[in-house]
């Protein structure tokens, strides 16, 4: 299960416009310091002090004010749909207020944990009971989704979601229904993000974009290139060329 829940301290030290790219993971945020926006501009929302972003279908801006300090709660769509009673395709590409999921009280709780935790300069690791306090893990009820989660990544997302569903010894539907309640995106959707994660892994042994979007799990550049534009609103080399060496953030 760990490897299912990763924990960081975030620490802005200057005013900052960022990019977060579609990833495999849910994010739960508590400000301890500052204050963070989702989008720029008028289009801009400021987000509230514990917070939950879904599983992302595609790139967002974020913003965050001078000296803003987060504790970040990476964690699994299979993990986090055990936590909570909302099905996770409410709340896939969207960003939510903890408070819309659990009682005020105890999010106000929460925060003054993570306060008195930025406080006294403890590690995130040491944080990470505050959350499994909050969000207990029920059972597993769907067995076959973490297997068929698995094949997906080992295949490089190419994998036929009907052969899929008749190894797992399912019904495609009930595969589809499994996905957006738990995942939050379809099998496919969820099979395009993995060829697309596997851009950023593959991007330094790769001589260039032809071979990277082989690698990847495309099937062809054309395919490689608009699928990458719609995900991040530009074509690969314009992205590249762009952001490689700017800090963005590549999955958080």
């Known amino acids: 299960m760990s490897d299912m829940i990763r924990i960081s301290w975030s620490h802005k030290e200057s005013p900052e416009t960022y990019t977060v790219l579609p990833g495999e993971e ?3 945020g508590v400000q301890t310091k500052g204050k963070i926006s989702l989008g720029s501009g008028k289009q801009s929302k400021t987000l509230a002090k514990a917070g939950i972003t879904g599983i992302l279908r595609g790139s967002r801006t974020f913003i965050s004010e001078k000296d803003t300090k987060s504790l970040l709660v990476y964690i699994s769509p299979l993990v986090l749909s055990r ?39 403890e590690e995130a690791s040491l944080t990470l009971e505050k959350f499994r306090n909050l969000l207990p893990i029920k059972e597993e009820k769907e067995k076959f989704l973490p297997e068929a989660v698995r094949r997906i990544k080992s295949s490089l ?12 010894g399912i019904s495609q539907s009930s595969l589809e229904r499994g996905f957006r309640s738990r995942v939050g995106l379809s099998p496919k959707e ?9 851009i950023f892994k593959f991007y330094n042994s790769s001589s260039n ?6 690698e990847a799990g495309y099937y062809d550049q054309a395919h490689f290139i608009r699928e990458f534009r719609k995900k991040t609103g530009f074509s690969p080399k314009q992205w590249f060329r762009q952001n490689i060496n700017s ?3 590549l999955i958080f």
């Open 190 to 198: 969820y099979a395009g993000l993995v060829r697309f994660r596997n």
């Open 26 to 28: 849910c994010v739960i």
């Open 157 to 168: 997302g190419e994998i036929g979601i009907k052969g899929l569903a008749e190894d797992l």
């Open 247 to 249: 800090g963005l953030d």
């Open 83 to 121: 936590m909570i009673s909302v099905p996770m395709d409410q709340i896939s590409d969207s960003s939510l207020s903890l408070e819309d999921l659990f009682s005020k009280e105890s999010i106000s709780g929460l925060i003054a944990d993570c306060e008195e935790a930025d406080w006294k300069g």
């Open 209 to 214: 974009l032809t071979e990277l979007a082989l």
